[in-house]
T-cell receptor, first 112, second 113 residues
Framework: GQQLNQSPQSMFIQEGEDVSMNCTSSSIFNTWLWYKQDPGEGPVLLIALYKAGELTSNGRLTAQFGITRKDSFLNISASIPSDVGIYFCAGPLSGSARQLTFGSGTQLTVLP | KAGVTQTPRYLIKTRGQQVTLSCSPISGHRSVSWYQQTPGQGLQFLFEYFSETQRNKGNFPGRFSGRQFSNSRSEMNVSTLELGDSALYLC????????????FGNGTRLTVT
């Protein structure tokens, strides 16, 4: 079935550093979504991408929809302590646009 | 607008019992989806409701069921609880019938002992 391979699984970075994570799939996606989940809370939508090649920013966050439609990247610039959390990529399942499949998440730790 | 509201936040049940979780979507959102989140399996789709009808169902046993009311509020029920049902159950809502992004609540943490 469709799976999203998200990497890295975890990251430890210094405050102020830039971060990059990505998701790949063997299947084509028409939408890529990036969520962040803080401890004890539900995932919060960060960025939604709808078009191959699309580059979208949300403050210090930038995400790109890969040209092949099989991958997406999320970059965080100048990380701060509140960036700590789990980042998930997600996309609609083939044949069921309304059901999302999620990557396994990237656990980000920002060291002071 | 208020976000997606889920109640209760925490539940402890014993094996064999049943449980009902509640979700109020964002005002104006008519689609409600439920997801199960566990450390081992990650986020997995349970089902989706729109206009009081189940539109989509994930690969979970029949012990997992749900419903949606005319005001778009939704409930999910798990019967004959098993230890493996311990998880964070997340409700999400979206606008309309298209593939709009989901907006999640903070979940109900279910522990089965």
């Amino acid at each position: 079935g469709q799976q999203l391979n998200q990497s890295p699984q975890s990251m430890f970075i210094q405050e102020g550093e830039d971060v990059s994570m990505n998701c790949t799939s063997s299947s084509i996606f028409n939408t890529w979504l990036w969520y962040k989940q803080d401890p004890g809370e539900g995932p919060v939508l960060l960025i939604a991408l709808y078009k191959a090649g699309e580059l979208t920013s949300n403050g210090r966050l930038t995400a790109q929809f890969g040209i092949t439609r099989k991958d997406s990247f999320l970059n965080i610039s100048a990380s701060i302590p509140s960036d700590v959390g789990i980042y998930f990529c997600a996309g609609p399942l083939s044949g069921s646009a309304r059901q999302l499949t999620f990557g396994s998440g990237t656990q980000l730790t920002v060291l002071p | 607008k208020a976000g997606v509201t889920q109640t209760p936040r925490y539940l402890i049940k014993t094996r064999g019992q049943q449980v009902t979780l509640s979700c109020s979507p964002i005002s104006g959102h008519r689609s409600v989806s439920w997801y199960q989140q566990t450390p081992g399996q990650g986020l997995q789709f349970l089902f989706e409701y729109f206009s009081e009808t189940q539109r989509n169902k994930g690969n979970f046993p029949g012990r997992f069921s749900g419903r949606q009311f005319s005001n778009s509020r939704s409930e999910m029920n798990v019967s004959t609880l098993e230890l493996g049902d311990s998880a964070l159950y997340l409700c999400a809502s979206r606008e309309g019938t298209g593939a709009a992004p989901l907006h999640f609540g903070n979940g109900t943490r279910l522990t089965v002992t």
